[in-house]
């Protein structure tokens, strides 16, 4: 492997760590209808501002949004649709998963009850 592919995947390991929190998950669920400021985001989540500021930085240095200051309010806005879309993905994901673990628990169960 060269030294540009290892790059790119370093590039896309920290881009995936941004969807490994679930508060900045809630934040970028919050963003798919529009963008908010910091306030809105606050009263939508239930999460303190310290920890939003903070959860907001990570995702805008990796890409995931981008601020725009309007006077005193800052807002927030999803830089790419195709994030809301791959957040989805690993739901579906997750949902056909738990579909197939509850069939495989409901067959051993079976299983263990005709014994």
């Known amino acids: 492997m060269d030294k540009i592919d290892s790059e790119m995947y370093q590039l896309k390991a920290d881009l995936c760590k941004s969807f490994a929190d679930p508060k900045r998950l809630i934040i970028i669920d919050e963003l798919r209808s529009g963008e908010k400021t910091v306030t809105e985001l606050v009263k939508n989540t239930g999460i303190p501002q310290a920890v939003l500021s903070r959860q907001l930085g990570i995702l805008r240095a990796r890409g995931v949004v981008k601020p725009r200051r309007n006077g005193n309010n800052m807002f927030y806005s999803i830089t790419d649709t195709r ?9 579906q994901v997750l ?9 495989i628990a409901r067959n051993l169960l079976n299983k263990n009850t005709r014994i």
């Not at 949902?95 to 069939?103: C, V």
């Open 83 to 91: 994030i809301c879309k791959a957040c989805d993905i690993v739901h």
């Open 95 to 103: 949902l056909n998963n738990f579909a197939k673990n509850g069939e």
